[in-house]
């Protein structure tokens, strides 16, 4: 498998409902996968809808290279994830994928992997990736409530899930980093994986610093192209303005000017 | 089969299809989509005099059939072109015209100054609409005045072809276009992006960090076809049109409006491959409508 | 419930919602689809001295997200508007704004006289986008020396609020809005149709019969607010602000940007009713973000 | 029955394809139709088409107000109308309707009726509207090719056909002004309404002036609006510039700038 950028119509292979926000598309190539790691994301051409001008991106959030498929889970924001929500099976989806670096395969077995929202996306890739690597990581992932739990069969293959609701109607109660895990004094973990809102990442990065913990977080930006040629989407680092979409999404929070 | 080669001042394009600078990089990131060698021309990003940061973030909105974007011309400089990205992109099979900018006359001399010291690239586009810092802001493009100057102290220095790319953001382009060709330009692009400002109601602020930014894609298309034309039947050097082209059809307006080639700009981003997809589709309207060379589209508006 | 009332220059309006010039006829046609009462204002179609015929058919072309015109103040002239159309609306139960045209400053001086003396116009808006014929067809908007002299002159003869609606063709709407102002001018409407231009690539024809034509519709709102917001922080009198407004949210951001009322143009062609919706849409976004007066949204933009 | 014009969703109950080019959409109305005239015509609002931002006009095929269902003939042209053969039972279509003047009653029997391409559209309605006044009109439609003809039987129900394609593969061969019935000294018609191509239409009007009947034409333009307000579609008339959704889209040939 080599690494080389694609763009191709996949074809809709499935589009199921997990609640009244979020969706799984399943995607079907043309042609056999490149390598994808885990981390990366797609750029997606939403036709018919005459209020999305440019693509959109998503987090990989599945593939299976036996079935040439790749999964995408969306929450419906606007009009571009409402246009996808409708997606019947059959239906071509254009493509530019895989883009982005990944996250990095850690140098410990102690690995916690935290999501909120629709940042748990990329997270199951990442846990699967971490498996085949002998590494079971605990995964905590942040709901805002009960109806929006789900997958947890699903992520409990690849490690141990611990979930947190906003208002408590499933798991502990409370933002993600008011989980208990991190109430310790000292946390068991030496590299934490984290995707979510920005809000959410920078708790987490302050948490990782205090406890000096090695941690990645994967940006979201408002991208144009999504395979660096705008510099739209950068963010500042310690080598300056970074493009999220080549040198990102993942980045370690040493690398980022947050405080 | 159609000729769809082309000579602009002097200078040989296999076709008319080339891409806008600050939408194609430096082509290396289009390798894995297409083959750069069936372009006439690749248009690099700016280069300035010296290291540039570019505007903060954010820098893009999505706006009705287009976008703002205030990248703010991030770049290396003009040193970290020649030494680091020249040699990677001077043996593409197209020709690599590199977009000049600054902020001060000495600045747009020096960088061309050194672009002219590359074999490699046949031309360069002065980007007049950035803001001249010695003068209070006010954009080189803006100024007729300051457009003849800017051209003619470049001309002094460059040896090669000289394009100078205007603002539309004037009352007449006209006036802005005479006042390069004044200066000595061999050919005027035409247009870089119209001023613009997208707002967020829900947060009451402005989307973008810059307040204001530059809006491309479709939305600009009839402002862009009106100044080729405006500008077409007011000069008399060739013309490089570009505002808002997504397809063959798009490509083939700026063409009959005066146009002698044209570059594809935001529509890379949502098609990575649309700018060969451009010189197909302007072939096979050659051959429906039997045009021979492609030279007899130029500016073939009929308006009797 | 939140107060969407608004004084402009000493006029109380209802809400800041009206209709724009040469998109509502006279209003009339609009009466089977919606309450005319719970409109601000209504905007009529230019008045010209004299009845003009306007532009040859073709007359519009569809772009992306918006739409070329070429109509050209077809109107009967300012005796029928005052015999025949003013008394059928000048009982509507909304403010009626007439928009005064003319191709030399003695015309627009005319027509501002006559639309004087009808009790029911409190207002008028100077379409100054117009050719003046005696300068060779340069737009008395272009050009600020005339901007002010166009102004100053009807200022003389016209005793009701005096609003100028300026042309986005130019390098400054900063210069044209303060040239409007020093001429008398209590409002300033911005903004007219962008020069633009459309072609028929299989009749190699342009679809418009005058060419080039106006574009307006969402396209254009990125352009629209950029001025709006540079002409509120500019000069100090109150701002209708339009372009391509086709919701509530579009009309909140040119609030937010400077503007003291709105008008709904192009949108009226395909949702008739759509100005209504942005009423109650305005009033729904106060409600839910806690403003009591439109007047706390006017220029609201955070900034720092 | 009042003359109102209306802003309403109405909902396809019927989407039925006649050939590659051309389908009619039937249309329920949710609440009684207003008086609707034949030669009227509706303005559509295509969603979900990113290139067609103003309404489409077609002109009412046929009314049913028993049923309260009006029908479309629509020929697929480009983006806009393309969306709407997609359309399925169910789903719903925001029209501005009824919009224009009509055909107006003739004062005599012997009326034809003559339509090409998709200006076929508007004939039914008003061989209908004939019948229920007594009159059975001769009704020549003209058609690209056999594959193109239809609804013939449907026409015959209000008076006698006649079909002429331009390839002869049904009817006669040649444009509809070649047909024989054009080719008698006398001919025996004292009313023609027509609609179809501009060429068609003059060619028709030239042909009435040449025997003085009375003829009156379907114009199409460019619409922005569709009732009255942007003057976007005018033609000139005798009293000069005036606006073919308001004043038309049905005009009498005197009235007609046709040299
Ligand atoms: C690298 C990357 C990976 C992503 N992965 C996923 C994913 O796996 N699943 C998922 O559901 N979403 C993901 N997103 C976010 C997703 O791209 C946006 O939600 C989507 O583009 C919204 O499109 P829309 O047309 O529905 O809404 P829009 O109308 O475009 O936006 C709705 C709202 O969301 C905000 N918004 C839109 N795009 C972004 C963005 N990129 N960053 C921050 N705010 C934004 C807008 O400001 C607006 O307020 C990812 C974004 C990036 C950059
Ligand atoms: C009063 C009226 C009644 C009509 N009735 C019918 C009908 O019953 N059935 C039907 O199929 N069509 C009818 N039409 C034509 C129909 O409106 C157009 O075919 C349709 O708008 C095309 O839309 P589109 O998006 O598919 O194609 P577009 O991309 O908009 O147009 C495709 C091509 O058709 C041309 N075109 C588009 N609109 C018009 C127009 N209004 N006049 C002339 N040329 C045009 C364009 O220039 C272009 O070349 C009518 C038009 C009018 C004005
Ligand atoms: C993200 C972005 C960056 C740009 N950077 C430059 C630049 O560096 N120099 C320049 O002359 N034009 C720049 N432009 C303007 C484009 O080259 C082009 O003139 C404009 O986008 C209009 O064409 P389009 O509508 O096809 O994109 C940039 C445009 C975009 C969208
Ligand atoms: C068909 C049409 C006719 C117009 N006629 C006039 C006019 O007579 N006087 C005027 O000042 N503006 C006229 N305008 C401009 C509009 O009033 C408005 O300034 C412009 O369309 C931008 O707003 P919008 O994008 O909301 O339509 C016209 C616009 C259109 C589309
Ligand atoms: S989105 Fe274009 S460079 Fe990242
Ligand atoms: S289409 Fe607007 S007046 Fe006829």
Avoid at chain 1, 115 to 134: D, E, I, R, T, W
Avoid at chain 1, 162 to 171: A, N, R, S
Avoid at chain 2, 33 to 57: E, S
Avoid at chain 2, 171 to 198: E, H, R
Wanted: glycine share 8%; charged share 20%; net charge neutral.
């Amino acid at each position: 498998m080599e690494l080389k950028k694609l763009v191709e119509d996949l074809q809709v292979v499935d589009n199921t409902r997990l609640n009244h926000r979020h969706f799984i598309l399943e995607l079907l190539a043309p042609e056999k996968f490149p390598l994808i790691l885990p981390g990366q994301f797609v750029q997606v051409l939403v036709e018919d809808s005459p209020s999305t001008f440019l693509r959109r991106p998503f987090s990989i959030h599945s593939v299976d290279y036996q079935k040439n498929t790749l999964r995408l889970l969306i929450q419906i924001k606007g009009p571009g994830t409402a246009q996808l929500s409708k997606l019947k099976s059959g239906d071509h989806l254009n493509l530019i994928y895989p883009l982005g670096n990944s996250f990095s395969l850690p140098f410990t077995k102690d690995v916690l992997l935290v999501g909120g929202g629709c940042g748990v996306a990329p997270l199951l890739f990442l846990a699967q990736f971490l498996n085949q690597n002998n590494i079971h990581p605990t995964i905590l992932l942040g709901f805002r409530t009960k109806e929006e739990v789900s997958e947890i069969e699903t992520y409990s293959a690849y490690g141990k899930v611990l979930v947190i609701t906003d208002d408590g109607t499933e798991g502990e109660k409370g933002l993600v980093v008011d989980h208990s895990i991190f109430q310790k004094e000292r946390l068991e973990f030496k590299k934490i994986f984290c995707c979510g809102p920005d809000a959410m990442m920078k708790a987490v990065a302050k948490i990782a610093r205090m406890h000096r913990i090695d941690c990645e977080v994967s940006l979201e930006n408002t991208m144009a192209c999504g395979f660096g040629v705008c510099l739209c989407c950068i963010t500042p680092t310690d080598k300056g303005n970074e493009r999220v979409c080549v040198e990102g999404p993942v980045f370690n929070i040493n690398r980022l000017k947050w405080q | 089969m159609p000729d769809l080669s082309i000579h602009i001042a002097g200078l040989h394009f296999k076709n008319p299809v080339t891409t806008a600078s600050g939408t194609y990089g430096y082509g290396d990131e289009f390798r894995d989509f297409m083959d750069l060698g069936k372009l006439g021309g690749i248009f690099v990003k700016a280069v300035t005099g010296k290291n540039r940061d570019g505007n903060a973030y954010p820098r893009m909105a999505e706006t009705p059939s287009g976008m703002l974007n205030s990248v703010g011309l991030q770049n290396k400089g003009v040193d970290h072109f020649c030494h680091e990205i020249y040699p990677k992109i001077k043996d593409f099979n197209t020709h690599i015209i590199v977009n000049v900018s600054g902020s001060t006359v000495e600045e747009y001399v020096e960088v061309a100054e050194r672009i002219n010291e590359l074999d490699n690239v046949p031309a360069i586009e002065l980007n007049i609409s950035c803001p001249n810092v010695k003068l209070g802001g006010m954009a080189f493009g803006t100024v007729p005045a300051m457009a003849t100057e800017v051209t003619a102290e470049v001309r002094k220095v460059y040896k090669k072809v000289l394009m100078v790319k205007l603002s539309p953001n004037v009352t007449s382009i006209t006036d802005l276009a005479k006042a390069a060709v004044d200066g000595g330009a061999d050919v005027i692009t035409l247009i870089n992006t119209l001023l613009g400002m997208a707002i967020d109601v829900e947060r009451r602020r402005p989307i973008l960090s810059t307040i204001t930014g530059g809006l491309s894609g479709p939305a600009i298309k009839p402002v862009a076809l009106r100044m080729v034309w405006q500008v077409h039947k007011a000069v008399h050097v060739p013309i490089i049109g570009l505002g808002g082209i997504m397809n063959a059809t798009d490509a083939i307006e700026f063409l009959l409006a005066g146009a002698s080639a044209v570059q594809v700009g935001t529509a890379n981003f949502i098609d990575p491959t649309v700018s060969v997809k451009i010189v197909d589709g302007i072939e096979a309207y050659m051959t429906r409508h039997k045009v021979k060379s492609v030279s007899e589209l130029i500016g073939a508006l009929r308006t009797e």
